[in-house]
């Protein structure tokens, strides 16, 4: 009598109650009355039921008159009225039943296809386009709906929901209601742990396979993986429940009730003071990159669902996956780690693995330098000697398409005989902080003309310094030429005119950050 009690507790009119308990009865025994049960714990847990209808539990199958009622469009050239029901339907992505209950795999239009509505980026795709309409059921209702029991002999129509040919079993209700949860036996009883959520945020694994082997294709981590990649997760997966951050009573994005910061809080004060944390990049962004793929690829590194590998490999070397392209790899430990390519290059598409590897090891250590990373972006600017004023470098660091450092400074100064005179170098070669470069002097060219200098006459060498981001040296010695022409050789100490632009080095030790908290 537990259960009853629950529903009972604000109902204390017998003839009321006596309604009440047949209307509960019928709807543990078919579909149609029970469509009202998680309504009816809304009477004593208004809140938490709030919460949950926001949480995309209940939309996970919709019979069409309620589809309609929310802004999901149709495959082309189809009305409501020819939709039994959506699967999904809500921020994510929506298929369609036909009236005979098979999955619609061609649209009306003269190509065909592009059935599958993706929410992400309001696109439609294709969803088993190789075949007719018609001859794909539904048979996904382990985790779109509560109380599915498959059909063995779907011929037998009396056990397909509706009685429909295309749908392989029946179920209590659409989407995840109360009840899936919250068990029959004791509706205020829930089994919280990871394993009950991974009942659903696990798809198939290899036949006797661990449970944190995590299956991938074309290049990404299969949807639905959320279980296993947790199991791999390292030290998430061995001591934290999938509830521990999630909670489907909780109104917020993805039902999160605890972030990054409220177990990492050293890590997050660490990080704060980066530049990545001035452009809004979160942890998640790192940590829970788009590493799987439910509906389409969204970038050439990012798929549409997000990871719950959070430990990433630095090696640039590393991949990600088995050979065969078919799971992702596992240490000896049985973890996964996402590559850089997820992690970092997501973004950062057009950096080298090598370039991220620099800047990704070691990345929330506080005490990382300049020197551990070499010559950087992060340099570029004006830098000058105090003690010569109207004298001055314009430097320019970065890294070429082929991940190799590129650095072109150019050096406005005076001639031997106290004219104004440019010099301009390229880098020839670096080890470290250090910079070699060749100079050369611009000559021939003209005021107006567009063209500008119409050559560069080699000048001399000379070697950038750089024990910090604002201090740095820059010698360099003429040749015999420049020489016969008055050059002499010359040492300078270099600071910046000002801070700058970005963190140097980028994305670590944003002085300019820290000195605004």
Aim: aromatic fraction near 10%.
């Amino acid at each position: 009598m537990k259960t009853m009690n629950l529903f009972f507790r604000s109902r204390r009119a017998a003839g009321f109650a006596a309604i009440v308990l047949g209307a509960v009865l019928l709807a543990f025994s078919g579909p149609v009355v029970a469509q009202t049960i998680s309504d009816d714990c809304q009477e004593c847990h208004d809140a938490q039921y709030q919460a949950w209808k926001v949480s995309g539990h209940p939309y996970k199958l919709m019979k069409a008159d309620i589809a309609q009622n929310r802004p999901i469009p149709l495959p082309e050239g189809y009305a409501w009225d020819e939709i039994s029901y959506v699967i999904g339907g809500y921020k994510w992505k929506s298929r369609y039943m036909d009236l005979d209950g098979y999955i619609i795999t061609q649209d009306k239009s003269a190509e065909g296809g592009k059935t599958q509505y993706n929410m992400l980026t309001g696109e439609w795709v294709d969803y088993n386009a190789d075949k007719e309409n018609g001859v794909k059921p539904y048979d996904c209702g382990r985790c779109h709906t509560t109380n599915w029991v498959a059909n063995e002999n779907p011929e037998d129509l009396t056990g397909n929901q509706d009685m429909l040919p295309g749908i392989h079993g029946t179920f209590d209700q659409g989407g995840i209601q109360c009840i899936q949860c919250h068990t029959h036996a004791d509706i205020g009883n829930i089994d919280n742990s990871a394993e009950a959520c991974g009942a659903c945020h696990y798809r198939t694994a290899a036949p006797g396979a661990e449970e944190n082997v995590i299956p991938a294709s074309n290049g990404f981590v299969r949807h639905h993986e959320q279980y296993n990649e947790f199991l791999a997760s390292g030290a998430h997966g061995a001591a934290l429940e999938c509830v521990s951050c999630h909670d489907p009573h909780y109104k917020s994005e993805f039902s999160i009730t605890t972030t990054c910061e409220d177990c990492h809080g050293e890590i997050a004060a660490d990080y704060a003071m980066t530049s990545m944390y001035d452009y809004n990049v979160e942890c998640i962004d790192c940590h829970m990159p788009l590493a799987a793929k439910s509906g389409q690829q969204t970038g050439p590194n990012e798929g549409d669902v997000q990871s719950h590998i959070f430990r990433i490999n630095t090696d640039p070397t590393a991949d990600m996956f088995t050979p065969e392209g078919d799971f992702v790899q596992l240490d000896d430990n049985g973890n996964a780690a996402l590559s850089l390519r997820f992690a970092c290059q997501a973004c950062h598409e057009t950096a080298s693995l090598d370039e991220l590897a620099l800047y990704a090891k070691g990345f929330h250590n506080p005490e990382k330098t300049l020197a551990d990373i070499g010559l950087d972006p992060g340099l570029t600017g004006t830098w000058w000697n105090s003690a010569k004023d109207g004298e001055g470098f314009l430097l320019e660091v970065a890294y070429a398409a082929d991940g190799s450092i590129f650095l072109y400074a150019s050096f406005y100064t005076y001639g031997p005989d106290g004219e104004q005179t440019w010099l301009v170098a390229a880098l020839e070669s670096s080890a470290g902080t250090t910079a070699n470069v060749r100079v050369y002097i611009p000559v021939g060219g003209t005021w107006g003309d567009p063209s500008g200098a119409e050559t560069g006459t080699e000048w001399g060498i000379g070697t950038f310094t750089f024990p910090t981001c604002s201090t740095a040296t820059f010698s360099f010695t003429p040749n015999q030429a420049m020489v016969d022409m008055g050059f002499s050789a010359l040492s300078y100490d270099l600071t910046r005119i000002l801070e700058p632009g970005i963190a140097c080095p980028t994305f670590v030790n944003n002085e300019m950050a820290a000195a605004m908290k």
